[in-house]
């Protein structure tokens, strides 16, 4: 509703979801009524190696980390990203890097960045930027396409 132009597709966000937290159940997390997961999702501290280095963005106010960025929420925000791109999806006047409402509105948002989303190349695009993987990029896709011949069932 926000960007009508971009026409991301709800599985897109889904995909995003179910790769990144399994849907906010991640490391045995419980997605509550409110839409919080409990305990809160945080990734590994970005210090180099497998998952790259990332500095402290947010003195550590999101995250719990002031001398790494960690990812956020069921969707998986670095502090800053989610400083640029924040939403608040639930309409409760909080946007919330914790709930899911707002983490997949912010992460619409995200990607619509990218421009419409129907058009291939600008989805692998839009995926891409969110996690700089081909193989992230296939397994998103393979997800959302999971979850559409589900829907169409």
Do not use: K
């Amino acid at each position: 509703a926000e960007q009508p132009g971009c026409r991301v597709a709800w599985n897109t966000i889904a995909a995003l979801g179910g790769i990144e937290s399994q849907h906010g159940t991640l490391g045995g997390a419980v997605l509550g009524p409110d839409g919080r997961s409990t305990p809160v999702i945080r990734g590994p501290e970005l210090s180099g190696g497998r998952f790259g280095v990332v500095r402290d963005t947010d003195g550590g106010s999101l995250d719990g980390d002031a001398r790494w960025d960690r990812a956020v929420g069921p969707m998986q925000f670095i502090p800053s990203t989610w400083e640029r791109w924040a939403a608040d999806g639930n309409n409760d006047g909080v946007a919330d890097p914790d709930q899911i409402d707002d983490a997949a509105l912010a992460s619409t948002r995200y990607l619509c960045a990218a421009g419409n989303l129907r058009d291939p190349d600008t989805w692998r695009r839009a995926i891409f930027s969110y996690n700089h993987s081909d193989v992230y990029v296939a397994d998103i896709a393979s997800y959302a396409n999971v979850y559409a011949q589900r829907a169409g069932r």
